[in-house]
């Protein structure tokens, strides 16, 4: 697994949770990252994406709630997820188009 997404879990409407995807500097190096979501029955969705240089952008249903960044020393990025709903509920997964690579997914639930 060249991509690993971790930090997801369960939590109460209005919390926050942490996802964090790693891999190598090498896979990251000049890349675009993204996070995607799906939920039982529904289509994978894109939810937030960051260029190499830190420009960012973010699916109507999340933004002002959801921020994505990244650490390039430490091939890193982040989704930081606050005011979090049950419609959030979904496995997360990381991509980069940079050889085509997926994350494992990491599950989110929030109940209300």
């Known amino acids: 697994v060249q991509l690993q997404a971790s930090g997801g879990g369960l939590v109460q409407a209005g919390g926050s949770l942490r996802l964090s995807c790693a891999a190598s500097k090498i896979t990251f190096r000049l890349s675009n990252v993204e996070w995607y979501r799906q939920a039982p029955g529904k289509e994978r969705e894109l939810v937030a994406s960051i260029t190499w240089t830190g420009n960012t952008d973010y699916a109507a249903s999340v933004k002002g709630r959801f921020t994505i960044s990244r650490d390039n020393a430490k091939a890193t990025v982040d989704l930081q997820m606050n005011s979090l709903k049950p419609e959030d509920t979904a496995v997360y997964y990381c991509?980069?188009?940079?050889?085509?690579?997926w994350g494992q997914g990491t599950q989110v639930t929030v109940s209300s």
């Open positions: 991509y980069t188009p940079r050889g085509d690579l």
